[in-house]
Nanobody
Framework: QVQLVESGGGLVQPGGSLRLSCAAS????????MGWYRQAPGKQRELVAQ???????NYADSVKGRFTISRENAKNMVYLQMNSLKPEDTAVYYC??????????WGQGTQVTVSS
């Protein structure tokens, strides 16, 4: 069982930055691929970024060059640094943990609003 708790969302102006954090429980955190997804009103949830257990990263085209995902296994933490934010980045952002054969887990989400 893995529990995920996100933090760091909020209101930011276009062009600004935010860093989202996800705290994970469980002693086998390092073996999970971790990801950030987002869901805007009226839209499907979409993958934003993912980092595997061996730190291979993958990003949605819409955030490449602006967002950076990282993980700190010693602290059971995963982060999403978001720079040059745009209004279209407004969404609820969810932390995700997945490991083949072991399950998939979601956090409760944190709201990010990009508006002037």
């Amino acid at each position: 069982q893995v529990q995920l708790v996100e933090s760091g969302g909020g209101l930011v102006q276009p062009g600004g930055s935010l860093r989202l954090s996800c705290a994970a429980s469980g002693s086998i955190f390092s073996s999970y691929a971790m990801g950030w997804y987002r869901q805007a009103p009226g839209k499907q949830r979409e993958l934003v970024a993912q980092i595997t257990s061996i730190r291979i990263t993958n990003y949605a085209d819409s955030v490449k060059g602006r967002f950076t995902i990282s993980r700190e296994n010693a602290k059971n933490m995963v982060y999403l640094q978001m720079n040059s934010l745009k209004p279209e980045d407004t969404a609820v952002y969810y932390c995700n943990a997945i490991r083949s054969g072991w399950g998939e887990y979601w956090g409760q989400g944190t709201q990010v609003t990009v508006s002037s």
